[in-house]
């Protein structure tokens, strides 16, 4: 954990579905970790800083349910094969702010 975090960040492999806040979830990726006010994932899509978008979280285990969140990207970095590595502020969770800003 780097120094500066308030919450521990957990290695996650899931899949994230998203889109734009408001419309339609039609992007995909594949989610590598996650804490209590961030997430990072790995997409094909070109996003770009800034944007504010909804997305939901899932696992291939049926003991955790899916995690609806809205989340503002904060950092877009090149990853591998055409992918993006992209971390973001999560901003929403299942239905409620958590008054991070």
Do not use: W
Request: hydrophobic share 40%.
């Amino acid at each position: 954990m780097d120094d500066d975090r308030e919450y521990a960040r957990v290695r996650f492999d899931g899949s994230i579905l998203f889109g734009s806040a408001g419309g339609p979830r039609e992007l995909q990726g594949r989610c590598i970790n996650l804490s209590h006010t961030g997430l990072q994932f790995e997409t094909a899509a070109r996003l770009e800083e800034g944007s504010i978008l909804e997305a939901v979280i899932s696992t291939d285990d049926r003991k955790f349910r899916p995690m609806e969140i809205t989340f503002v990207i904060v950092r877009i970095e090149g990853a591998r094969d055409g992918y993006f590595r992209v971390s973001g502020e999560i901003t929403m969770m299942d239905g409620r702010a958590l008054g991070l800003r």
